[in-house]
């Protein structure tokens, strides 16, 4: 635990965030699995938590940069865990997830129509329900985040020490 520094766990977030959105990416096209509104806010969340942990490496010399995106990198894995346990719960279970949250979010920052092979949505949320190794794929979502969320706790624990 001593030689996990902020630069370590803002590094480790930040690929880890990037390999969960490689293996969405890789699920949805040589897997055929589709994303819903759900997944694809999910994604979304991925790539602002990265942005901002390399954001904050690059930044480190100012002061509080590296503690401020420990702190983001933080909440929005816990938005990140409460979107995969919505999905997993309420969403999943739903023909349609036309009108949600996710569905509105997603259409409203026009990421869809400007990048749809990454951020387009293909299925309804029931569609989407897909196990991976017995284990729901929001559940994998989940998990992911909760790393995540554990890593920029880390990060805020430890903001003076590189």
Do not use: K
């Not at 930040?14 to 959105?21: D, I, K, N, T």
């Not at 897997?31 to 819903?36: G, H, I, N, S, V």
């Not at 390399?54 to 940069?65: D, E, K, S």
């Not at 983001?72 to 279970?93: D, E, K, P, R």
């Amino acid at each position: 635990m001593s030689r996990l520094t902020t630069d370590r766990t803002l590094a480790c977030t930040a690929l880890l965030c990037v390999a969960g959105l490689g293996i969405a990416l890789i699920s949805q096209y040589v897997f055929d699995m589709q994303p819903c509104a759900w997944c694809v806010l999910q994604r979304m969340i991925l790539v602002v938590i990265a942005a901002g942990c390399v954001l904050g490496l690059v930044l480190r010399r100012i002061p509080g940069a590296r503690a401020l995106a420990a702190l983001v990198t933080c909440l929005l894995g816990i938005a990140g865990m409460t979107a995969a346990w919505y999905q997993y719960t309420v969403a999943s279970h739903m023909f349609s997830c036309d009108l949600t949250f996710a569905d509105r979010f997603v259409a409203g920052s026009g990421l869809d129509a400007a990048l749809p092979q990454v951020f387009g949505i293909y299925a309804t949320c029931m569609d989407a329900r897909v196990s991976v190794l017995g284990i729901e794929y929001a559940l994998w979502a989940l998990g992911l985040f909760a790393v995540c969320t554990l890593l920029g706790l880390i990060g805020l624990l430890r903001p003076g020490r590189r």
